[in-house]
């Protein structure tokens, strides 16, 4: 079975230092692994995905994530945080369904990124 | 115009009564996703469905039901509401395939007292 662990539930930083949140993955097969981020009382929206292709993954707003299979870690970040960055960060992991043929998504519970001015 | 959209926003609610969420979508996307949303525990899987005659639990089905009426609405419903289903409630699509990223509609606010 699959599962994530967001290691950090409240992350805090000074607005221009770098962010990282941290997600740690386990899975029975290759997943796909993607970033979602969550404004207040908004859906939530991809920032990111992983699809066996490159390791290093660009995202949206400047976000990166690096696939490290060793670790069994799919770390987000981003050099320099902006205020309109302060939200609501989960990963996510898709795996295959075993014998049925399909994929489902696993979410982290999510890590609550605070941008001090 | 939003490509995931879901009615009500907003409900409030009675222990005992049935209520109905509503999505709909323009994406063509095949696939549709309900999941509940609370504080701390990230999103669960309610019910999904993979196209108009394939239906499925999730991790979470015990309470609720769906109806997909077409390709492009998928219905949520508590047939007898209980106060701990009070939650935020996330309709989402994907396409066929992998990586199957999904989109996600704003969310329905449903409190039941």
């Known amino acids: 079975a699959q599962s994530v662990t967001q290691l950090d539930s409240h992350v805090s930083v000074s607005e221009g230092t770098p962010v990282l949140l941290r997600c740690n993955y386990s899975?029975?097969?290759?997943?796909?692994l993607f970033w979602y981020v969550q404004h207040p009382n908004k859906g939530l929206q991809l920032l990111l995905k992983y699809t066996s292709a490159a390791t290093l993954v660009k995202g949206i707003n400047g976000f990166e994530a690096e696939f490290k299979k060793s670790e069994t870690s799919f770390h987000l970040t981003k050099p320099s945080a902006h205020m309109s960055d302060a939200a609501e960060y989960f990963c996510?992991?898709?795996?295959?369904?075993?014998?049925?043929?399909?994929?489902?998504?696993?979410f982290g519970k999510g890590t609550k990124l605070s941008v001090i001015p | 115009d939003a490509d995931v959209t879901q009615t009500p926003r907003n409900r409030i609610t009675k222990t005992g009564k049935r209520i109905m969420l509503e999505c709909s979508q323009t994406k063509g996307h095949d696939r549709m996703y309900w999941y509940r949303q609370d504080p701390g525990l990230g999103l669960r899987l309610i019910y999904y469905?993979?196209?108009?005659?394939?239906?499925n639990k999730g991790e979470i089905s015990d309470g609720y039901s769906v109806s997909r009426q077409a390709q492009a609405k998928f219905s949520l419903s508590l047939e007898s509401a209980i106060p701990n289903q009070t939650a935020l409630y996330f309709c989402?699509?994907?396409?066929?395939?992998?990586?199957?990223?999904?989109?996600f509609g704003p969310g329905t606010r449903l409190t039941v007292l």
């Open positions: 996510v992991v898709s795996d295959i369904v075993s014998g049925a043929g399909s994929y489902q998504l696993t």
């Open positions: 989402a699509t994907s396409s066929r395939g992998t990586p199957m990223a999904q989109y």
């Open positions: 899975s029975s097969y290759s997943p796909s």
């Open positions: 469905s993979f196209d108009v005659k394939d239906i």
